[in-house]
C-alpha cells in the first residue's frame, strides 16, 4: 500500500522560505512517478513540481519555475520540495502525490494520480 505522510507546511511572509517534506517508501520511488499538487479555495487543483522518477528528471509549473526545487532524499525515503521566494498567490494547501510509472499522460494531470497525502497548509503574506 502507498502512504504518502507530508509535513514542514507553516506561515511565510512574503519572500521567505519553507521545505515540504512527503515521507513515502522506496518502493513508492521505484513504481510512481511523484510531485506535489496545491490547491487553493476556489481553485482547481495544480501540479507545481513533479518528477520522473526513474531518471530523476523534474518538471515545474510557470508560476514557481526558479523558485521551487524538488528532490529526493533516498537515504530518508522522502520528497522534499524547497519554495523559496514565496508569494502571497502561492498560498494553498499542498498535497503530495504519486502515480504508476506506466501512465503516459501529462504529469500535471491531477486525476490521473492514486496516491495522495493528507496535505499541508502553506499560508504567505504580504
Known amino acids: 500500500e502507498v502512504q504518502l505522510v507530508e509535513s514542514g507546511g507553516g506561515s511565510v511572509q512574503a519572500g521567505g522560505s519553507l521545505r515540504l517534506s512527503c515521507a513515502a517508501s522506496?518502493?513508492?520511488?521505484?513504481?510512481?512517478?511523484m510531485g506535489w499538487f496545491r490547491q487553493a479555495p476556489g481553485k482547481e487543483r495544480e501540479g507545481v513540481a513533479l518528477i520522473l522518477t526513474f531518471n530523476g528528471l523534474t518538471f515545474y509549473s510557470d508560476s514557481v519555475e526558479g523558485r521551487f526545487t524538488l528532490s529526493w532524499d533516498k537515504g530518508k525515503n522522502t520528497l522534499y520540495l524547497q519554495m523559496n521566494s514565496l508569494k502571497p498567490e502561492d498560498t494553498a494547501m499542498y498535497y503530495c502525490?504519486?502515480?504508476?510509472?506506466?501512465?503516459?499522460?501529462?504529469?500535471?494531470?491531477?486525476?490521473?494520480?492514486?496516491?495522495w497525502g493528507q496535505g499541508t497548509q502553506v499560508t504567505v503574506s504580504e
Open positions: 522506496a518502493s513508492t520511488y521505484s513504481n510512481c512517478n
Open positions: 502525490a504519486a502515480r504508476p510509472r506506466a501512465l503516459k499522460s501529462s504529469l500535471f494531470k491531477a486525476n490521473d494520480y492514486s496516491y
